[in-house]
T-cell receptor, first 113, second 117 residues
Framework: DQQVKQNSPSLSVQEGRISILNCDYTNSMFDYFLWYKKYPAEGPTFLISISSIKDKNEDGRFTVFLNKSAKHLSLHIVPSQPGDSAVYFCAARGLGNDYKLSFGAGTTVTVRA | GAVVSQHPSRVICKSGTSVKIECRSLDFQATTMFWYRQFPKQSLMLMATSNEGSKATYEQGVEKDKFLINHASLTLSTLTVTSAHPEDSSFYIC?????????????FGNGTRLTVT
């Protein structure tokens, strides 16, 4: 049962424009959400996270928005750069002292020059 | 810089042999590490939680006798794929958290590409 869903398998965006990646979750016990970036044959790299007590977190070009009532979060990348071309995974973790993450299926972002 | 180191980055082995993958936390102690697996164009699936000094906790459907995990020290966890078969070919990734804080992200190693021929 997929508790974290990324319904868009791919996204193509012009360099300099905004990339918006979406993620939905079903488990209302999730309280910590993360975005990872992954290049082929490499491990995921942590990008940005947000706890359930916030609705926005910003770090440089990356901003994550959380809508708890809709069980939805999004990652905004602006401006998009060619080096942002990668697979982006949304992940979530539940309450308790359990560090296990549930991952979405990933969205492949291609930034066009 | 990297906080989790994984070795080897890729390995090819013959069917029936065993392969050991090492995961090390760099400059921090990790009482818990996690082993994930990724099939091509799919998401990361948690295989097991490696606990220092105690038995690993395996996710449903993961054979503990096939995927042996040892977490003998606070900086090293190993995953041994025993009697490997072609269907075990996959990308294996370990991860650890820098702290035990509730909102501390997992950091991942660079993964190991296992090909069983």
């Amino acid at each position: 049962d997929q508790q974290v869903k990324q319904n868009s398998p791919s996204l193509s965006v012009q360099e300099g424009r905004i990339s918006i990646l979406n993620c939905d979750y079903t488990n209302s016990m999730f309280d910590y959400f993360l975005w990872y970036k992954k290049y082929p044959a490499e491990g995921p790299t942590f990008l940005i996270s947000i706890s359930s007590i916030k609705d926005k977190n910003e770090d440089g070009r990356f901003t994550v928005f959380l809508n708890k009532s809709a069980k939805h979060l999004s990652l905004h990348i602006v401006p998009s750069q060619p080096g942002d071309s990668a697979v982006y995974f949304c992940a979530a973790r539940g309450l308790g002292n359990d560090y296990k993450l549930s991952f979405g299926a990933g969205t492949t972002v291609t930034v066009r020059a | 810089g990297a906080v989790v180191s994984q070795h080897p980055s890729r390995v090819i082995c013959k069917s029936g042999t065993s392969v050991k993958i090492e995961c090390r936390s760099l400059d921090f102690q990790a009482t818990t590490m996690f082993w994930y697996r990724q099939f091509p164009k799919q998401s990361l699936m948690l295989m097991a939680t490696s606990n220092e000094g105690s038995k690993a906790t395996y996710e449903q459907g993961v054979e503990k006798d096939k995927f042996l995990i040892n977490h003998a020290s606070l900086t090293l966890s190993t995953l041994t794929v025993t009697s490997a078969h072609p269907e075990d070919s996959s990308f294996y990734i370990c991860s650890a958290s820098l702290s035990r804080g509730k909102f501390s992200p997992l950091h991942f190693g660079n993964g190991t590409r296992l090909t069983v021929t």
